[in-house]
């Protein structure tokens, strides 16, 4: 059976056992926030009028609206539980797009304070030493070199500012979104393994909550790890266990990799910045300081 008849299969399943869990579903769905609550309403209302096609169309919406049903026997009093938690767990890797955002408008900045200070600041002390007809130090020289050179070849500028860019969109963006995505694919096929779930249809399931192609488990490609592989060789109940845990793994990997994003490339640009500003800052008056002591 493909995937798709896999996960329709096991939606209609669960629609089956558990409606009367739908005036639950509704409570909660009634106390998500406006952006996630729709989902939940649909497959509230599928299970009250047992209609499969429109609880399939709510599981398209949102995989956490139907692991716990699929993964939860009938009877089982854990139902609730799951369901609760299923809703209310944020979504990770919710802090990517800030702390992307926070390190490029750093980095932005910079940019934008050494182009100033090379195209308007450095033209101005050009033509001040040019009028007291100055011997600058070597410092000052150099200094002075970097207008017209910025000036007269800005696009190789930008094509160095694009191309760390990309590197850091791999860094602070793909990687972590990357680490997410098999944390997201362990943890679900972790319930569905708990849940009694047979392994393959727990592997093509899981992988629909990511979106990919189910993974044969004799060559195992990412979301399915060699790790996860060896953990559904345990009975279910450790296995979902060793599973969680290799979801945790990975989810402080894109922690780190965000991490890395926020406090180290924002930071490692307003340093530089600081820098470069404090070395203009002293060649440039440097040759005033020198006049004024020659003066006196």
């Not at 990309?166 to 679900?188: E, G, K, N």
């Amino acid at each position: 059976m493909s995937d798709r008849g896999v996960f329709e299969r096991s939606i209609a399943d669960a629609i089956r056992k558990h409606r009367t869990a739908a005036p639950y579903v509704r409570l909660v769905a009634a106390a998500l926030p406006p952006r996630d609550r729709m989902p939940w309403m649909r497959m509230a209302d599928a299970l009250s009028s047992g209609d499969v096609a429109a609880g399939i169309r709510a599981a398209d919406r949102a995989a956490s609206c139907w692991i716990p049903l699929v993964a939860t026997a009938a009877g089982d009093g854990r139902l609730e539980a799951r369901i609760l938690q299923a809703a209310t767990r944020p979504a990770r890797g919710g802090g990517r797009w800030s702390a992307f955002m926070s390190a490029l408008v750093a980095a932005m900045l910079a940019l934008l304070v050494l182009l100033l200070l090379a195209t308007i600041v450095l033209p101005v002390f050009e033509v001040l030493f040019d009028d007291f007809g100055m011997q600058l130090p070597w410092l000052t020289r150099m200094t002075l070199a970097i207008g017209p050179a910025v000036r007269g070849g800005w696009q190789p500028l930008v094509a160095v500012a694009g191309l760390g860019g990309l590197c850091w969109w791999f860094l602070a963006w793909h990687m972590p979104r990357r680490a997410v995505r098999i944390a997201d694919f362990t943890q679900a096929l972790a319930r569905l393994v708990a849940g009694g779930c047979d392994e393959e249809d727990a592997i093509a399931l899981a992988s629909r909550v990511v979106a990919v192609p189910a993974s044969d488990p004799a060559r195992p490609v990412r979301p399915l790890t060699y790790a996860a592989v060896a953990a559904l060789e345990a009975p279910p109940a450790a296995a979902a266990v060793i599973l969680d845990a290799v979801a945790e793994c990975h989810d402080d990997r894109a922690r780190g990799a965000e991490g890395a994003g926020e406090w180290f490339v924002g930071p490692l640009a307003i340093v530089a910045v600081g820098l470069v500003t404090g070395l203009l800052v002293v060649s440039l008056f440097l040759p005033l300081v020198q006049l004024v002591s020659n003066l006196s």
